[in-house]
T-cell receptor, first 113, second 113 residues
Framework: GDSVTQMEGPVTLSEEAFLTINCTYT??????LFWYVQYPGEGLQLLLK?????DKGSNKGFEATYRKETTSFHLEKGSVQVSDSAVYFC????????????FGKGTLLTVNP | NAGVTQTPKFQVLKTGQSMTLQCAQD?????MYWYRQDPGMGLRLIYY???????DKGEVPNGYNVSRLNKREFSLRLESAAPSQTSVYFC????????????FGPGTRLTVL
């Protein structure tokens, strides 16, 4: 079945540091890939997505590129801020009629001033 | 436009008690989903409803029942709560068959003693 593996946390960075959170996946067919973010005490929000190979999703300074050859979708940001502190989830959906999401376990990011 | 709303926000139950978690969306979405979030486990799908009048099991359906009351509302029922059901529950919805983005509610934090 489908699965998502993302790097274990927690990740602690200083403000303006470079961020990478690794994500790899196993799926049948051609999945769509997502990064969701969960700020403290809130629900999940879509951060970015990519629907086919070599697509780059971007939002709020975050980027991730759909790499079919390495089955990866790593999240990057060049300069993190304290307000980026949150839990980040990598996820995929294999489409079909139900578009069920399969999530990774989440990575807690803490950014210190 | 409130998006996806969930009630209650918090709930404490004793083992064996029953309760229903409510979810409603005002975006005219066809598909709705219930997930649970546990530490170190990411989000796991409990049940989903591809359209009004249909429901299907997800990854972890045991101990739960659902009702798609109408297009707006999708409830999750625990008939006899167990400590293993202590979790944060998220409802989500998706707009059409051809769109893979899900929108999440703020969550219900449930503790079963």
């Amino acid at each position: 079945g489908d699965s998502v593996t993302q790097m274990e946390g927690p990740v602690t960075l200083s403000e303006e540091a470079f961020l990478t959170i690794n994500c790899t996946y196993t799926a049948t067919g051609y999945p769509s890939l997502f990064w969701y973010v969960q700020y403290p005490g809130e629900g999940l929000q879509l951060l970015l997505k990519a629907t086919k190979a070599d697509d780059k999703g971007s939002n709020k300074g975050f980027e991730a590129t759909y790499r079919k050859e390495t089955t990866s979708f790593h999240l990057e940001k060049g300069s993190v801020q304290v307000s980026d502190s949150a839990v980040y989830f990598c996820a995929l959906t294999s489409g079909g009629s139900n578009y069920k999401l399969t999530f990774g376990k989440g990575t807690l990011l803490t950014v210190n001033p | 436009n409130a998006g996806v709303t969930q009630t209650p926000k918090f709930q404490v139950l004793k083992t064996g008690q029953s309760m229903t978690l409510q979810c409603a969306q005002d975006m005219n979405h066809n598909s709705m989903y219930w997930y649970r979030q546990d530490p170190g486990m990411g989000l796991r799908l409990i049940y989903y409803s591809a359209s009004e009048g249909t429901t299907d099991k997800g990854e972890v359906p045991n101990g739960y029942n659902v009702s798609r009351l109408n297009k707006r509302e999708f409830s999750l029922r625990l008939e006899s709560a167990a400590p293993s059901q202590t979790s944060v529950y998220f409802c989500a919805s998706r707009v059409t068959e051809s769109t893979d983005t899900q929108y999440f509610g703020p969550g219900t934090r449930l503790t079963v003693l």
